[in-house]
């Protein structure tokens, strides 16, 4: 101990000071100029997952326009509360989405006009199965299949695919009634078929009105 006291001086300490200084600065230095050569082109493709991204740390300016595809929306994720006012428009209903449960009676008005109380179809037929067109829309003659004498007429809408229906025969003479079935029967297939009676309610021929509706 005593030779080494010997050697020491005030600028050998000094010097020592000087030199661990001079590697202390030099080692942060180094460290962050290293932090500072780490950007974009140092990470690795995948190498950012899903545990080192911080909840909420992804907000909505960093999303890109379109980012969000179909595919990655849970089912039922978009609630009622998530679609502004207003925001579904016409265009965006399925044709018959609405049906009759789901529309509040009470908010109904009085119809605005005759003419979209119309049926969508509707004829005059005569017994021989004529169409008589000046009385009709959407029912033309060669939409009417009869065979003559049976009472029965197969009726047939191009435009749509009809789901219900009403006729009534001609007045006039004795009394006489008709039926209607829509949506496939035996007699007719997948056309709406009407069927005419006498006074008596035998099956023959009787000219009609009938109506149809989507």
Known sequence: MKQLKRHL????????????LLLGGA???AAKKQTQKIGTTQLKASAVTTNKIKNGAISDAKLGAAAVSTGKLADGSVTGSKIAD???????I????VTGDKVNEATLSEVPSANSANPVAFARVGANGIVDAANSKGITSPNVTHTGGSGVYCISVPSFTPRGGQVTT???????????GVGGTAGCGG????????????????????EVYR
Do not use: L, R
């Open 86 to 92: 207003g925001a579904v428009g016409g265009s965006k």
């Open 170 to 180: 001609q007045a006039g003479g004795a009394a006489s009634s008709a039926q209607i």
């Open 27 to 29: 080692t942060a230095v």
């Open 191 to 210: 056309a709406v078929q009407v069927s005419t009676f006498n006074a008596a309610g035998v099956a023959s021929e009787q000219a009609f009105y009938v």
């Open 94 to 97: 399925a044709g018959d989405a």
């Open 9 to 20: 001086s005030y600028a050998n300490v000094m010097s020592t000071i000087a030199v661990f």
